[in-house]
């Protein structure tokens, strides 16, 4: 079992950024696929960003914005969120597995306001 923890999350204003960071338990090397998730009140859970044997893939409400990256040796997954807007207020997720979709993190959230 694989506990995945996220953190970066908070307040910043329209325009600004922030990087979030995915510490897993344990090893990610086998994750095949490695994900951000996010969820904003009263909306479905939407994939944001993805990284399947190293192939991205973004939403198109972000591509250009955000970027997915990691570092197996510190069994961590990033985003790297760019120009910010309001609505990408939400609370981010990660996820990731050996062969798709598998272990959920808590949480973090962000909020893009002035």
């Known amino acids: 079992q694989v506990q995945l923890v996220e953190s970066g999350g908070g307040l910043v204003q329209p325009g600004g950024s922030l990087r979030l960071s995915c510490a897993a338990s344990g090893t990610i090397i086998n994750f095949n696929y490695v994900a951000w998730y996010r969820q904003a009140p009263g909306k479905q859970r939407e994939l944001v960003a993805s990284?399947?044997?190293?192939?991205?893939n973004y939403a198109g409400s972000v591509r250009g914005r955000f970027t997915i990256s990691r570092d197996n040796a510190k069994n961590t997954v990033y985003l790297q969120m760019n120009s910010l807007k309001p609505e990408d207020t939400a609370v981010y997720y990660c996820n990731g597995g050996p062969w798709g979709p598998g272990y959920w993190g808590q949480g973090t959230q962000v909020t893009v306001s002035s």
């Open positions: 990284d399947r044997g190293g192939n991205t």
